[in-house]
């Protein structure tokens, strides 16, 4: 892409307040922490509910970035940049991408529906490849967002384009239909229910087909509710399983070991098609491929051909726990110009090492010729500091003088024929390749070996959780987010990197050592340690750590160490005791901690703090407001008398949800990060974090008399399936759960725990439950929730999520 600034002014009906007169742009941005900006970037500072990038413009304009599409200009950076002053960035970058999408005169197929969008794109994408130059979205970038990021990665050469639209709510799609500007529209699915944002299912159908509002034509399946809605004058090419009338009638489906033979009318003949899937949703989405061929008037010989060779989608990017202390992101399955880009800021993002290491296949339909699209991976490759480059393929390996540090191997065999002599240690590694280069193989060798029982976490989920809580803070409230027990069993590094990326401002920890492992990943941010023992002192000195302090000796023992070290105004955080009685300084107390700390300048009182004890239970009210009064008057008695300023707090989550009033300065946000509340209305507001999955080790079927486990706690009464799934007590599943009273979830239907919890394995029952060995299975997650589990256990969500295994692998993805 180039664009002279020149010409988008007056598309955005924008302002231009700049240093110099307005030059070319090469890269769209809207992420301040990508390596990929430049002094070519023109960066988009989105304003959120609850976030606002303008914040990061001062740190772009550090790093070289010259041009940025603002609401307002930051004060700080006046004059120091080029600023193009619009009422809303997001519109802006809107009308943006529907400039640049007026460029280019090619088909563009344009998706929608509830389900299968991106699987349906991926597909065509390998259908449609070999005939054509294809620019699709990458992943799921459907939004209001993506879409126009999608679509402004297209270039000359491309001659077809696939991206994908998703709304939630009305008014929406209107707007990417203008970014996206469809000629051929397939709707996928609209499922059977209407969504939170939409009154009706009609309502929502009439929405979704206003990305066809200029298509030539709509491939859908035949509905008449669909029928309904459709735009008067609006061209179909329908499907159907049981309306004869529809363009393409699949009158017999039949399934033979995981795959599937269609029967269907097309023009009066009739053809059969065989693909390699039987689930229900597989079948839908490669009848819209079929359909799209079709239309293209692809012979029946070639669609045979193609679609026998399609796969399942991976949409994620995966980190995962590697050999040799490595981390692993595994983005295995694709391999474009665009899925690199996103790969590379992923990997900047959770990069646990200064070494990172790219595997490479050959990229394919880049729309460039090889020379000029291994220079621009080259300058990728440099702008995101990459230590090593691993290339694999034949083309790659001609153009091996491109990068530093670049070894190439000309087949994944002859890579891992090698694999021992690239002594992978110590670094991050991202491996990257089209599905024709089988790099699971890669992965398989790389990736550490445990267990198949994982707890994967939604990183997406904790950035919401995270924006939804700073929504209730008053301007100006700082927000500390506690990461101690291991991120609340979540996983500390990982959530603790992307915590410093949405700059929260400050992290707590429970105990030094916590606080260590975290500066010894690399993260900045203050940290608070809750409970200092006076062992660690040094340490916490030494690391930069900041000790709560909430007792005399502790503090007389603090001052001591940190005179000997001679120490100037080194940060402490004082607790006070207002009523949990578990740490702080008392109130008769207070006097000579101001004593002792009246003109002394070794340290300095950061914060002052105290903790509530029943912050959950409105029942307690009375009790609650006296701890907050008492917090009061302690704490403006210290700041007095000392004449000091520190940042004061005392809410944690259910603080923030119930005592908006005590905000003071500063929250202290714990497991509602974790998409736990303690208050089933504010429940419904958070996303998910963690889920516990596992799989079927082994299926029997046992006949009544028989019994399961240990002690013979489960008698059979009639014939009965019984599932075996390799997680136990030794992972932190409570042996309560077992005997009857819980359950877990195998193709979202409810499976109930029979017998006793055994050490690494429990029991379940299957009988109605069509499943096979191999099965993954849901512990908890969406269903059963934490938070349901803690109550029939009778105990706390915080105490499920904490006690799940460091043994249990956790996989982080977004
Ligand atoms: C754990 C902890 C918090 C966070 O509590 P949540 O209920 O998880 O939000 C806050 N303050 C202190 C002192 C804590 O120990």
């Known amino acids: ?307 026998l060779l399609l796969f399942p989608v991976e949409m994620r990017l995966k980190v995962k726990t590697g050999i040799n202390n490595c981390s692993l992101i595994d983005d295995s399955y694709s391999s474009d110009f665009q899925s690199l880009k996103i790969a590379l800021d992923f990997l900047e993002s959770q990069k646990q090492f200064q070494n990172k290491t790219v595997i490479l296949s050959d990229i394919f339909q880049s729309g460039l010729s090889n020379d000029e699209l291994y220079s621009k991976v080259s300058q990728l490759i440099v702008s995101n500091n990459i230590s090593r480059v691993i290339g694999i393929g034949e083309t790659i390996s001609k153009f091996n003088d491109k990068f530093a540090n670049c070894i190439t191997f000309k087949s994944t065999a002859e890579f891992v024929s090698n694999f021992e002599k690239l002594d992978f240690a110590n670094e991050t590694i991202l491996i990257k390749g089209a599905r024709s280069f089988e790099f699971e193989e890669i992965v398989y060798l790389l990736e550490e070996k445990t267990h198949e029982t994982v707890l994967e976490i939604n990183l997406n989920a904790i950035s919401y959780n995270l924006n939804f809580f700073k929504s209730k803070l008053k301007p100006n409230v700082k927000i500390m987010v506690m990461v101690k027990a291991f991120g609340y069993g979540n996983g500390g590094l990982e959530i603790a990197k992307l915590l410093e990326h949405h700059k929260v401002d400050y992290l707590g920890v429970a105990f030094a050592d916590e606080g260590i492992s975290l500066r010894n990943g690399g993260i900045h941010l203050p940290i608070m340690v809750l409970n200092p023992e006076n062992t660690s002192f040094s340490a916490i000195i030494q690391h930069q750590l900041e000790p709560e302090i909430y007792c005399l000796k502790g503090l007389h023992a603090f001052l001591k160490i940190a005179k000997h070290k001679n120490l100037k105004r080194f940060p402490i955080h004082i607790k006070l005791d207002t009523g949990m009685h578990r740490l702080g300084f008392e109130e008769d107390s207070v006097n000579e901690l101001i004593a002792t700390l009246k003109g002394n300048e070794t340290v300095e009182i950061r914060s002052i703090l105290s903790h509530l004890a029943t912050s959950d239970d409105l029942k307690h009210r009375d009790f609650t407001i006296s701890q907050i009064r008492l917090f009061d008057k302690l704490s403006s008695n210290i700041v007095a008398e000392l004449g000091i300023n520190p940042i004061r707090h005392i809410l944690n989550t259910s603080g923030i949800s119930n005592y908006p009033d005590a905000q003071y300065n500063m929250v202290r946000l714990g497991i509602g990060l974790y998409g736990v509340s303690n208050d089933t209305a504010e429940q419904k507001y958070l996303e998910n974090v963690g889920t516990l999955k596992s799989v079927i080790s082994q299926i029997r079927s046992i006949s009544a008399g028989e019994s399961v486990g240990y002690g013979r706690k489960f008698m059979a009464e009639k014939t009965t399936r019984v599932a075996t799934i390799p997680i136990g007590y030794a992972d932190g599943i409570s042996r309560a759960w077992g005997n009857g009273v819980g359950f877990i979830s195998i193709k979202d239907k409810k499976a109930k725990i029979i017998g006793s919890i055994c050490m690494d394995m429990l029991m379940v029952d299957v009988t109605e439950i069509d499943c096979t060995e191999g099965d993954r299975v849901i512990i908890f997650g969406e269903s059963p929730t934490v938070s349901y589990i803690a109550k029939k256990l009778n105990t706390i969500p915080y105490e499920i999520l904490t006690s799940i295994a460091q043994r249990v692998k956790r996989v982080f993805y977004r």
């Open 1 to 307: 892409m180039s664009i002279s600034l020149k010409n988008i002014i007056p598309v955005l009906n924008a302002q231009w307040i700049g240093n110099s007169s307005p030059a070319e742009v090469e890269t769209v941005s809207i992420d301040s922490r990508s390596l990929q900006n430049t002094s070519h970037s023109l960066f988009f500072a989105l304003v959120g509910p609850n976030n606002d990038a303008h914040i990061f413009i001062a740190d772009l304009i550090e790093i070289g970035v010259q041009n940025f599409v603002v609401t307002y200009i930051p004060e700080e950076c006046k004059g120091k940049a080029n600023f193009i002053v619009v009422e809303n960035t997001l519109d802006a970058l809107q009308q943006f991408a529907a400039y640049y999408r007026s460029l280019f005169e090619f088909p563009v197929i344009g998706l929608t529906g509830s389900n299968g969008k991106t699987i349906v794109k991926e597909w065509l994408n390998f259908l449609l490849s070999p005939d054509f130059n294809v620019i699709r979205s990458p992943k799921s970038y459907n939004s209001q967002v993506g879409v126009p990021l999608s679509v402004l990665a297209i270039n000359e050469k491309h001659n077809l384009g696939i991206f994908e639209a998703g709304i939630s709510t009305v008014s929406e799609m209107e707007k990417l239909e203008a970014v996206i500007k469809p000629t051929i529209g397939i709707l996928t699915n609209i499922g059977s229910s209407h969504d939170e944002g939409f009154n009706s299912l009609e309502q929502k159908i009439k929405e979704k087909q206003l990305l066809f509002k200029y298509s030539e034509v709509v491939i859908y399946q035949k509905n008449n509710l669909v029928d309904k809605c459709m735009l008067p004058k609006t061209k179909t090419f329908s499907w159907s399983f049981d309306k004869e009338t529809a363009d393409v009638f699949v009158f017999k489906k039949e399934t033979l070991n995981q795959s599937t033979t269609l029967h269907y009318k097309f023009k009066g003949n009739t053809y059969e098609l065989n693909i390699p899937f039987e689930d229900k949703a597989s079948i839908e989405n490669a009848i819209s491929c079929l359909m799209l061929m079709l239309y293209f008037n692809y012979d029946s010989v070639t669609i045979q051909s193609r679609m």
